[in-house]
């Protein structure tokens, strides 16, 4: 199995500039190197095309649809691809709208996708619940088939995953009207105060069994503010309080032994709002932990 590195320079789902450079900073940060170095196979399939026009949106439309409509169809084309021919893609954000894209494609080219979704927010407005109209805030939700039919169907799939097989770690900061369509949901959600409680290894060892229940494959989509802005500055939207940098690697260590991974992306990473590139660092750091680097 070769591991296939995908960028998705796009900022069009965020509120803040910057996130469409995070691809660029993490690879500055040499991830490929750093996956070389493991003796693992690794290939940079390079970037994504992303228009740069943006269209001018009225007050009735969700924030560029058309934008990361097209930007989601065409990852998922080729995550799927990437999958189907028997290798394990790492796709770099951008904002977290693409991965409507990334599990989209996962979901295609498998018969059962679960899906750990690792974020200090919900990501599970829609249109009308959402205070901003930015669309990563919805990609959770659109995942599973709620919220905008454009978003919904986007990556030619829907719902690419079961809300059985969802969980959610880290999450701190909901919005009111999101927090109640959770509630009606079936996803499973174990907020800070939960890894407060349990610690991190239970919650994963939870969260590696529900998803992976009666499923081909698991995917993992980590958005770098999951910890806290101590430990990752360079975000959009940072909310203190958030995972330590020892219980963001032990989650990554037990998701490879558990062995459920098969696809994954990593989000959010701003290198405008970064101190010296150390949050594309810690991406880096992470990435390689998921695919079996220990931290000793």
């Not at 693992?40 to 992303?50: K, Y």
């Not at 228009?51 to 007050?59: E, G, V």
């Not at 097209?70 to 394990?88: H, T, Y």
């Not at 032990?250 to 949050?279: G, T």
């Amino acid at each position: 199995m070769k591991y296939k590195v995908i960028g998705v320079p796009t900022d069009f789902g965020a509120n803040r500039r910057g996130v469409d450079m995070g691809p660029s900073a993490i690879r500055y940060a040499h991830l490929v190197e750093e996956i070389e170095k493991m003796g693992l196979n690794v290939e940079d399939l390079g970037d994504l095309p992303i228009p740069i026009l943006r269209r001018k949106n009225t007050k009735e439309e969700v924030k560029f649809l058309t934008e990361v409509v097209e930007i989601c169809d065409l990852l998922a084309f080729k995550v799927e691809r990437v999958i189907r021919d028997g290798n394990f893609p790492i796709i770099l954000g951008g904002d977290h709208s693409i991965s409507m894209g990334s599990v989209g494609g996962a979901a295609r080219a498998n018969k059962e996708l679960g899906l750990i979704w690792i974020d200090a927010h919900g990501d599970f407005n829609t249109y009308e619940s959402s205070q901003s109209g930015n669309i990563h805030g919805m990609p959770l939700a659109a995942i599973l088939g709620r919220g905008e039919e454009n978003l919904v169907r986007c990556g030619g799939i829907h719902p690419k995953v079961k809300e059985v097989n969802t969980v959610l770690v880290g999450v701190r900061d909901l919005d009111r009207e999101e927090a109640k369509l959770l509630k009606t949901s079936q996803v499973t959600v174990f907020t800070m105060d939960d890894i407060d409680r349990k610690g991190i290894y239970q919650v994963m060892e939870e969260a590696i069994k529900i998803s992976s229940q009666n499923v081909e494959s698991v995917h993992l989509s980590f958005d770098i503010d999951v910890l806290d802005p101590l430990e990752a500055p360079g975000v959009g939207t940072p909310v203190k309080g958030g995972l330590t940098y020892r219980e963001a690697h032990l989650a990554m260590e037990m998701l490879f032994e558990a062995n459920i991974l098969r696809s994954m992306d990593l989000v959010e990473v701003n290198p405008i709002l970064d101190k010296y590139n150390k949050s594309a660092q810690l991406a880096v750091d992470l990435i390689t932990s998921a695919l079996g680097k220990k931290v000793y």
